[in-house]
């Protein structure tokens, strides 16, 4: 990863000092992946990057391939180090959501040094992926898809819900894939009706199954959803469901292209979901950027107005769901290209399995 010339683009474009705590920007900036790190990044000079004692020699590692840039390790005294970096710095960005609010105050109290909260510099860097990153998130999605592809060895009508979430999981690390830091969604029958569901003991039975599950690969994420009937005719409620998931989410996937409104494509899902009659069952945004967090901007949903382009990667989820009955997801991660989206899960979507 070309940590050196990120580092650069954000020097270009900040003014005041910037202190990155986020991790997964001071990851996308640096390399590093320690859970005590800290970046000021400044427009001119030298950069310095700050760590305690346990991450010193990683450090030294990713900061030797930083132009520019300081390091300092502490075994002990941080403030005293903060206070002497920010010497002679008039005012100092914090990252708004990167700290708590007892830091920002005990920062400010420490080194006499103005604070503004700021969000969003690192962030807009990250949003365009380049072709490591697109590579990594390919990587992330076959994994995905090579557990769905073995669902139906390890799918029995007694195995749990639960259960079945660790064999995907288990199947995913075995194709180079680390676990995500949330649970797989596994929600059978009725189950499949509340989008976020926690899956638990309950056996997965014979009928209506949604997995929605993914990984990590050098850090990014994968995301998918798939809707299934295991065994028989599937009721002809939920097929008529699935019929107009699918087709909203066909729509949604044709709508993606640089230039295009980020609700448009939500729009396009909608359109196909309102002639069926279950826009109102629809009861989420229709997707998110994914990468280094498994969400991320750009934000899929309606009303807003940001325009996608080349190098965003996007989900595109929709989903209808009946109380008590169950409910249809199908999610897929999308790279907008110079001429549209290309897929990078790529798991069938028939519903008979």
Request: hydrophobic fraction near 40%; charged fraction near 20%; proline fraction near 4%.
């Amino acid at each position: 990863m070309n940590h050196a010339g990120r580092l650069g683009m954000l020097r270009a474009r900040i003014e005041t000092p910037l202190l990155v705590s986020k991790a997964p920007n001071l990851r996308y900036l640096t390399g590093f992946t320690g859970s005590n790190g800290f970046l000021l990044a400044k427009a001119s000079g030298t950069s310095v990057f700050v760590t305690d004692g346990r991450y010193g020699e990683m450090a030294e590692a990713l900061v030797a391939e930083l132009p520019d840039t300081d390091l300092v390790v502490y075994t002990s005294g941080m403030w005293d180090v903060f206070r002497s970096l920010v010497e002679g710095i008039g005012t100092i960005t914090l990252e708004s959501d990167g700290v708590t609010w007892s830091f920002a105050t005990e920062f400010a109290a420490e080194t006499g040094v103005e604070t503004v909260a700021g969000s969003g510099a690192v962030e807009e860097l990250r949003r365009a992926k380049d072709a490591e990153e697109i590579a990594a998130l390919d990587k992330a999605a076959a994994a995905g898809d090579a557990a769905f592809a073995a669902l139906g060895r390890f799918t029995d009508r007694s195995i749990t819900e639960a259960e079945l979430g660790w064999r995907l999981i288990d199947v995913m690390r075995s194709h180079g894939g680390d676990a995500a830091t949330w649970e797989p969604i596994v929600a059978a029958g009725a189950g499949a009706s509340i989008p976020h569901y926690r899956s638990g003991r309950k056996p997965v039975g014979s009928g209506l199954l949604l997995l929605d599950y993914g990984c990590v690969f050098d850090g990014y994420h994968s995301d998918m959803t798939r809707t299934v009937w295991l065994e028989g005719v599937p009721d002809p409620e939920m097929s008529r469901v699935y019929q107009a998931v699918h087709e909203s989410q066909a729509a949604g996937i044709a709508a993606i292209g640089p230039g295009v409104a980020c609700g448009d494509v939500d729009e396009a899902v909608r359109a196909v979901l309102r002639g069926y009659g279950y826009e109102k069952q629809f009861l989420h945004s229709t997707g998110h950027g994914v990468g280094l967090e498994i969400h991320e901007p750009p934000w899929i949903r309606r009303g807003n107005d940001d325009l996608l382009a080349e190098g965003d990667a996007v989900t595109v989820e929709p989903g209808v769901y009946l109380p008590g009955i169950g409910g249809v997801r199908i999610e897929d991660m999308v790279v907008v290209t110079g001429s549209g989206g290309r897929l990078l899960t790529s798991s069938p979507k028939a519903m008979w399995q």
